[in-house]
């Protein structure tokens, strides 16, 4: 009761007690658990017990280092400073969007040594239309023309910039100027500066991982990160109170003095945006299964997988017989018309002249380049899911015989190796003078590889969404926030691409979105049978008798197999003290001088006597009131009862709040 009625612990002195009384002990094997919780009692009391103790024993070490924290015991010392050294702003982002919706004005600031000032502060100097995970995009204001991409990045001593890159090279990019919506940066201004810092951080990150985050704060047009490079960590610091008081906090109290309705006015304002952050305590109570009801939160997936088949070899060929008009010389040629397209022609020349003199003797001029036509090769047409590489185009001319012929003549190439449109020249031609027709046997065979891309969305989303009972709280696409406390942000992810590797080149396909993560909030229909728990409950307090050494009663219990019987039981009760029903008081009167200031003045000066006292009521001590010299004994020592008197003082300061003289004009009620 002592310790209850005089002790006010701090939340912070109150956890190392805790963890000082679970660490130490009295060693006490003791029959009676009286004895042993009075002896730790007592412990406690004896270095805890008054404001004074607790001021010097907690208060003091844990804010200056020249006190030293004791065990409960008083057998060791130890420092026990609470400090935060990483306490310092290292990276401040502000911004300002203008009419056009685009952030007309964006300013870094950066503290590189943690030394408490910022070293290094620049402005963007472009407008940002788009903002991405790791940089953003700048357009014309107000519009999605002739966009350039910038990335985040930062050198070896954390000093951040930007550079231009490829749209490709950004992820989680989403549109906040006006054409894709209304005043989305205002609107999203904690997301729009999230994205932003957590870039820039990111940067930092890739160069120098000592950079170490403690606390991140925003308003609407500013985010700052505290933290310190652990590299640079100093150990003198550890006990500085310089590190604790500069922890980043809500606005000074001394402010609600001078003006208390901003009291109101900033109640309402933290419960308003921490109502929208998830990672708030207010948040997650709010909206928490109990408050809820029946609620239930179900998070799900919707995800684009993309996947590459890659046939290592595919083919065309064919096989046949055929002639043509020649004079002595037969030439081959592969012709490449395009990636997809092949013509196989051949070529008859007059003598010995190396197809100087085509069609010599056999008039039979095929138009266009000379060449007579013997085969089409039509590859399957590339689109943007498939793509194939040649690795074979071989064409042969075998068996050339005839009149004038020598037997046995052949010519083969392959173009993947010999290069197309060039041209090779029959062996054993037919060397006897004038027209001959020759005859041959020819092939082809084409190889390729392809690879083809495929395609599928798995849906683990389908069920909650055609669920009537459910409700879309919170979708995150490709990383940016769409969606969030039921209602949609305005804010889409640009198009994104990603790369896949086959076995010809590397494909990148480009979607609206790759991965949609979803919470729903469910009604669902929970049902709890407690009649057993009532049952077996109401049997035990009814049949609860106190014996004074036992406790017997009658249980009512489940043998496993729904079948309930009765058990008697019995608990040992240990042995009771006689206590008293009341706390052992008294009340005094101790003696002040009031020269309290008012409106009017001095408030003696409208009293004959300055004199007032003080009604304090004190813990009797083994049957005496310990008075102070002065104090006057109004109620000896006993069980004191003033709920007469504290009412008597509510109402008459209740009456004093009233308005006496009715200034609305209308009677109310007394």
């Excluded at 700048?138 to 050198?155: A, H, I, L, M, V």
């Excluded at 590397?506 to 949609?516: F, H, L």
Aim: aromatic residues 8%; proline residues 4%.
């Amino acid at each position: 009761m002592r310790w209850s009625l005089n002790t006010v612990a701090k939340g912070r002195s109150a956890i190392l007690l805790i963890v000082m009384l679970s660490c130490w002990m009295p060693t006490i094997v003791a029959a009676d658990g009286r004895a042993s919780g009075a002896t730790s009692g007592n412990a406690v009391l004896q270095r805890y017990g008054t404001k004074e103790a607790m001021n010097q024993n907690v208060s003091a070490p844990m804010t200056n280092s020249a006190a030293s924290m004791q065990t409960l015991d008083g057998s060791t010392n130890f420092n026990a400073t609470s400090n935060i050294p990483s306490s310092h702003q290292f990276l401040q982002i502000m911004i300002q969007p203008i009419a056009s919706g685009d952030l007309g004005t964006v300013i870094v600031a950066q503290d590189l040594n943690t030394d408490g000032s910022f070293d290094h502060t620049f402005a963007l100097g472009i407008p940002v239309s788009g903002v991405c995970a790791n940089g953003f995009i700048s357009c014309e204001p107000g519009t999605w023309n002739n966009c350039q991409s910038y990335k985040w990045q930062s050198d070896d001593t954390g000093q951040l910039s930007f550079t231009g890159v490829a749209v490709t090279q950004l992820g989680g990019c989403y549109c906040i100027n006006s054409s894709c919506g209304s005043s989305l940066a205002w609107t999203n201004s904690s997301i729009v500066l999230g994205s932003l810092g957590g870039g820039a951080v990111g940067a930092i990150h890739a160069t120098d991982a000592s950079v170490m985050i403690s606390s991140v704060s925003t308003d609407i047009t500013t985010i700052s990160y505290y933290g310190q490079l652990v590299k640079n960590a100093d150990s003198t610091a550890t006990n500085s109170v310089t590190a604790l008081t500069s922890i980043p906090t809500v606005p000074q109290q001394q402010a609600y003095f001078a003006n208390w309705s901003l009291l109101d006015a900033d109640k309402g304002a933290v419960s308003l945006t921490q109502s929208s952050n998830p990672d708030s305590m207010y948040y997650q109570i709010a909206n928490s299964p109990g408050v809820q009801g029946n609620a239930l939160t179900r998070t799900c997936s919707i995800t684009r997988n993309g996947v590459v088949s890659s046939v290592p070899v595919a083919s065309f060929s064919s096989t046949g017989s055929s002639s043509l008009c020649v004079d002595e010389l037969m030439f081959m040629q592969i012709k490449k018309i395009n990636d997809q397209h092949y013509e196989l022609k051949l070529l008859d020349t007059g003598p010995a002249n190396s197809g100087s003199k085509p069609h010599w003797n056999c008039n039979d001029n095929p138009g266009g380049d000379g060449w007579h036509l013997q085969h089409t090769i039509n590859l399957p047409a590339e689109t943007g899911s498939y793509q194939a590489r040649l690795t074979k185009a071989l064409y042969s001319v075998s068996n050339i015989h005839g009149a004038g012929c020598s037997a046995g003549g052949s010519v083969s190439m392959d173009g993947v190796l010999q290069g197309f449109n060039t041209s090779a020249v029959a062996t054993a031609p037919c060397p006897v003078g004038g027209a001959q027709t020759a005859y041959f046997d020819w092939s082809y065979l084409f190889e390729y590889e392809t690879d083809t891309y495929q395609e599928t969305v798995s849906d683990g989303c389908s069920s909650y969404a055609n669920d009537s009972s459910c409700r879309l709280k919170s979708e995150i696409v490709d990383d940016v926030l769409t969606y969030r406390n039921f209602g949609g942000t305005g804010l889409n992810p640009l198009p994104t691409c990603r790369t896949f590797t086959g076995i010809v080149q590397p494909m990148e396909m480009c979607r609206d979105w790759w991965v949609k993560q979803r919470a729903y909030v469910c009604d669902s229909e929970r049902v709890f049978d407690f009649t057993s728990t009532k049952d077996r409950f109401g049997k035990v307090v009814t049949t609860s008798a106190d014996n004074t050494s036992t406790l017997n009663y009658t249980d009512f219990r489940d043998s496993g197999d729904g079948a309930w019987s009765t058990v008697a039981s019995t608990v040992a009760l240990p042995e009771r003290d006689t206590y008293s029903e009341c706390v052992d008081a008294c009340k005094i009167k101790r003696p002040k001088l009031d020269v309290q200031v008012g409106v009017s003045g001095v408030i003696s000066d409208s009293r004959s006597s300055a004199d007032s006292y003080d009604i304090i009521y004190l813990n009797c001590v083994s049957g005496q009131c310990p008075t102070d010299t002065g104090d006057i004994i109004v109620e000896a020592c006993g069980c004191l009862n003033g709920f007469a008197e504290a009412a008597s003082i509510m109402q008459t300061m209740r009456l004093a709040g009233a308005d006496n003289i009715c200034s609305s004009g209308t009677k109310v009620a007394p």
